[in-house]
């Protein structure tokens, strides 16, 4: 079976500076998926990025980018020019993809970033 | 267009009453997935569809947890005798077919009192 694990229970950051949050994961399958997940105060979960195991190159959608490294199992995400918005629930996530189908996501325990004015 | 729905977005019941909750996902998503968040807690899965039939239901806790697709669009989750412990965020969210994005509702906040 697979683990998610968020070490960090919170973390504060000020508007416009830089913020990683960790994650680490086991799994002994060599092919799978790595989310990051947004939840504010309304509970709706919003995926912020994904990484495919296979790719070597790190994920980056706008001000978010991964740090991601197969052999040590770690899946970072860094936020840059952070923003009032940012504040919320980040869930780490993993996917073991199913040949033909859909599969359910393993979520660690989540990490409260709070973004001060 | 719209996204996931989930309605109602609380629900209060007495322990040992039965409740249903239910799911809207996206037009034309044939995957749908049940997860329950405690507090504290990342959420975790409970059950899938595929079309009309679930695809994996390994998650379910026990034998008071039911849910149904019958016609591959909305699903009901059904928890039958309710325990407190039973009080959580359940979440519901779709995919289309072999794709490995989830949209999420909203989530309904039960609580079992």
């Known amino acids: 079976a697979q683990t998610v694990t968020q070490s960090q229970p919170e973390m504060s950051v000020q508007e416009a500076e830089t913020v990683t949050l960790s994650c680490t994961y086991d799994t002994s399958e060599s092919n799978y998926y790595l989310f990051w997940y947004k939840q504010p105060p309304s509970r709706q979960m919003i995926l912020v990025i994904r990484?495919?195991?296979?790719?070597?190159q790190n994920a980056t959608e706008n001000r978010f980018s991964v740090n991601f490294q197969k052999a040590a199992k770690s899946f970072s995400l860094k936020i840059s020019d952070s923003q009032l918005g940012d504040t919320a629930m980040y869930f780490c996530?993993?996917?073991?993809?199913?040949?033909?189908?859909?599969?359910?996501?393993?979520f660690g325990k989540g990490i409260t970033l709070s973004v001060r004015p | 267009g719209a996204g996931v729905s989930q309605t109602p977005s609380n629900k209060v019941t007495e322990k040992g009453k039965y409740v249903e909750l239910r799911c809207d996902p996206i037009?034309?998503?044939?995957?749908l997935y049940w997860y329950r968040q405690s507090l504290g807690q990342g959420p975790e899965f409970l059950i899938y569809f595929q079309g009309t039939g679930a695809a994996d239901d390994s998650g379910l806790p026990n034998d008071r947890f039911f849910a149904v697709r019958p016609e591959g669009s909305v699903s009901t989750l059904k928890i039958q005798r309710t325990e407190r412990g039973d009080s959580a965020v359940y979440l519901c969210?779709?995919?289309?077919?072999?794709?490995?994005?989830?949209?999420f509702g909203p989530g309904t906040r039960l609580t079992v009192t």
């Open positions: 990484q495919e195991a296979y790719k070597q």
């Open positions: 969210a779709s995919s289309l077919s072999r794709n490995y994005e989830q949209y």
């Open positions: 996530a993993f996917m073991k993809p199913q040949t033909g189908a859909n599969s359910k996501l393993t």
């Open positions: 037009s034309g998503h044939t995957a």
